[in-house]
């Protein structure tokens, strides 16, 4: 995915709004920690570029891998069910929640080494072949992009009904 982690995390986000309303927090808190969260994996590619020079596939990083994101998410339910720190417990649940989205819709088309650091094997649904070059242009002419486009479309959408509305 390129385009469409951050309209996921608001989407999100703004389906879990009413069913979160006894905990005053405030919206734009929670669209901001599924925001985040939904595109937290990435910045890994900070290092990728700035430090490992693309030498490493970057969705093998840690920040790519569904062990670390379940975990935080199982941390997180346990702050927000058994703490006082009710807001913060649910917002880091939001956020972890929103990664774990970044990978899932990572592995429609990318590689994700699911059960890294247990087995080295990565999997995506489908694969895209390298046709064209520069590289990400096999990602925009491929199906999947339309998915992408399907997604922002939706968040868009949303955010106009929701702007309509208030």
């Not at 994700?112 to 242009?137: E, S």
Request: overall charge positive; charged content about 10%; some cysteine.
């Amino acid at each position: 995915m390129f385009i469409a982690h951050i309209p996921s995390g608001y989407i999100y986000a703004v389906s879990i709004i009413k069913s979160i309303k006894k905990i005053a927090i405030p919206t734009h808190l929670i669209i901001f920690s599924a925001v985040l969260g939904s595109i937290l994996p990435d910045f890994d590619l900070i290092y990728f570029y700035l430090i490992d020079h693309r030498q490493t596939h970057h969705h093998k990083y840690i920040t790519h891998w569904p062990l670390l994101w379940i975990s935080l998410v199982f941390i997180s339910y346990l702050i927000y069910a058994f703490s006082s720190h009710k807001k913060l417990g649910l917002l880091s649940l939001i956020a972890f929640s929103s990664c774990m989205i970044h990978i899932i819709l990572d592995t429609v088309v990318g590689d994700i080494w699911w059960f890294f650091p247990l087995i080295d094997k990565p999997f995506a649904l489908f694969t895209v072949n390298a046709l064209y070059k520069p590289w990400w242009l096999n990602f925009i002419l491929h199906w999947s992009f339309a998915l992408e486009l399907a997604i922002c479309s939706f968040a868009a959408f949303i955010y106009i009904k929701r702007k309509k509305n208030n």
